[in-house]
Structures are given as structure tokens and as C-alpha cells.
């Protein structure tokens, strides 16, 4: 079965990143990225039904327009059961603390260990297919 992941970030280059790190999984065809660079942008695009469908949202805090803490906000009233990991330069504690207490799924810092980022990710889709 092939998973969907949203990645929410203005940063032009993410895409290839993402798709660079990813490359193993994206060829076993277990993962599809969607790529948003703004908030309003992944909202549209989940709406309009993406395939396959996101089952986990990665996004960017910092974004021009609406912040991915809003998005976060909107997406936990919208698709609730989307787990939403928040991916920042700025690891604060009270960006941290937001975040995780409007119910993200976790915080991780940028740049991105994608060693680690790979691990959650997988943890993130096991509990999510377990429950």
C-alpha cells in the first residue's frame, strides 16, 4: 500500500530534498509526497482530495501568510485524525509548546536529520495503521 505525506514548506528546494532523502522509499513505492509551499496552499490541496491521501502532514512553522502553527489549528478541527509533525528553524520551547499543545505529533528542528525524521516518520504511520 502506498502512503501519502503533505510536506507544507515555502522553501523552494524542499521538494528535491525530500525527494533525495526519500528516494529508497519512493521507488519501493510505499511513500507519495505531496509538496504545499504555503498553508493555504496544503488546505486547498487536501480538500481537494490528494491520492493517495495524506496520511501524515509535515509543515513548516514560519511561512509567509498563515503559519503552519494555524494550519495545525485548522487541520486538527478539519482532519483530526492526520498525525502533523511541525518542521522548524526555530526549535524554541515555546514554539515547541504551541505546537504541541494545539496536538502535533511531534517538533523536529531544522536542518533536518533525516535519519531520525525517517524513524518517526515510520513510527508515526505504524501507530496510525495500528490503531
Known amino acids: 500500500m502506498t502512503l501519502g505525506i503533505l ?7 524542499i521538494e528535491d530534498l525530500f525527494r533525495q532523502r526519500f ?13 504545499a509551499a504555503s498553508a493555504e496552499e496544503a488546505l486547498q490541496s487536501l480538500n481537494s ?3 493517495p491521501e495524506a496520511v501524515l502532514v509535515l509543515s513548516d512553522i514560519n ?4 503559519s503552519g502553527l494555524d ?29 504541541l499543545d494545539i496536538g502535533a505529533t511531534d517538533l ?4 533536518v536529520d533525516f535519519v531520525a525524521l525517517k524513524k518517526l516518520v515510520h513510527s ?8
Open 108 to 111: 523536529v528542528t531544522k536542518p
Open 49 to 51: 482530495g490528494l491520492q
Open 71 to 99: 494550519l495545525l489549528e485548522r487541520l486538527r478541527v478539519e482532519t483530526p485524525d492526520v498525525p502533523v509533525i511541525m518542521v522548524t528553524a526555530y526549535g524554541d520551547l515555546e514554539n515547541r509548546r504551541r505546537a
Open 23 to 35: 528516494r529508497a522509499e519512493l521507488r519501493r513505492g510505499e511513500l507519495v509526497f505531496h509538496f
Open 7 to 13: 510536506v507544507v514548506d515555502d522553501e523552494p528546494d
Open 63 to 66: 511561512m509567509p501568510g498563515m
Open 124 to 131: 508515526v504511520i505504524e501507530q496510525k495503521n495500528a490503531a
